[in-house]
C-alpha cells in the first residue's frame, strides 16, 4: 500500500492499528508550535538562520526539525506518563562486543559514491583471522 495515496486520517489509523497489533503504545501529539517552541526552557526560538533557530533565553539552537522532534517527543512522553530521564535499562555500551570470547576483527573498507542520486557503496576486503 503506498502511503502516497493515503490521507493523512487513514495513515494515522493505519499506525493506530499497526501499534495495537505488535502491542506498541500509540500517542497523538498536537504540533503547533514543535518547531519553534525551545526544548529545553519552553521560551519562544528566534530564527538564527535558514532552518536554524536558537533560544535566546537559554541559548539552545538546533534545526527546526530536530526541535521539533524533541518537543513532539516530550510532549508524548508527557502524556504516556514518563519523563525524558536516563535510562535505566543496560545500554549497548555496557556490553562488552568480545563476550563470547572470538577474535575481533573490525571490517575495513572504503566508501565509493554511486553517482546520480545513489548515495554512496561501501567496499570490503574481508580477511578472516
Same mark, same amino acid.
Given at each position: 500500500?503506498?502511503?502516497? @495515496?493515503?490521507? !493523512?486520517?487513514? @495513515?494515522?489509523?493505519? @499506525?493506530?492499528?499497526? %501499534? #495495537?497489533?505488535?502491542?506498541?503504545?500509540?500517542? &497523538?501529539?498536537?504540533?503547533?508550535?514543535? /518547531?519553534?517552541?525551545?526544548?529545553?526552557?519552553? /521560551?519562544?526560538?528566534?530564527?538564527?538562520?535558514?532552518?536554524?533557530?536558537? %533560544?535566546?533565553?537559554c541559548g539552545?539552537?538546533?534545526?527546526?526539525? +530536530?526541535? *521539533?522532534?524533541?518537543?513532539?517527543?516530550?510532549? *508524548?512522553?508527557?502524556?504516556?506518563?514518563? /519523563?525524558?530521564? +536516563?535510562?535505566? &535499562?543496560?545500554?549497548? +555500551?555496557?556490553?562488552?562486543?568480545?563476550?563470547? #570470547?572470538?577474535?575481533?576483527?573490525?571490517?575495513?573498507? +572504503?566508501? &565509493?559514491?554511486? #553517482?546520480?542520486? #545513489?548515495?554512496?557503496?561501501?567496499?570490503?576486503?574481508?580477511? !578472516?583471522?
Amino acid at each position: 500500500m503506498s502511503l502516497l @495515496i493515503l490521507s !493523512y486520517r487513514k @495513515i494515522s489509523e493505519w @499506525i493506530d492499528w499497526q %501499534c #495495537g497489533k505488535h502491542g506498541v503504545p500509540s500517542v &497523538a501529539v498536537d504540533p503547533m508550535d514543535t /518547531s519553534t517552541k525551545c526544548p529545553r526552557c519552553s /521560551s519562544k526560538m528566534k530564527e538564527n538562520s535558514y532552518r536554524v533557530f536558537k %533560544c535566546p533565553r537559554c541559548g539552545f539552537q538546533s534545526d527546526r526539525d +530536530t526541535v *521539533a522532534v524533541l518537543n513532539i517527543e516530550m510532549r *508524548a512522553l508527557t502524556q504516556m506518563g514518563g /519523563s525524558l530521564t +536516563t535510562p535505566t &535499562a543496560p545500554q549497548m +555500551t555496557d556490553v562488552d562486543p568480545n563476550r563470547c #570470547g572470538e577474535p575481533v576483527n573490525p571490517l575495513k573498507g +572504503t566508501l &565509493a559514491p554511486l #553517482g546520480r542520486g #545513489g548515495g554512496q557503496m561501501l567496499s570490503m576486503n574481508l580477511k !578472516y583471522v
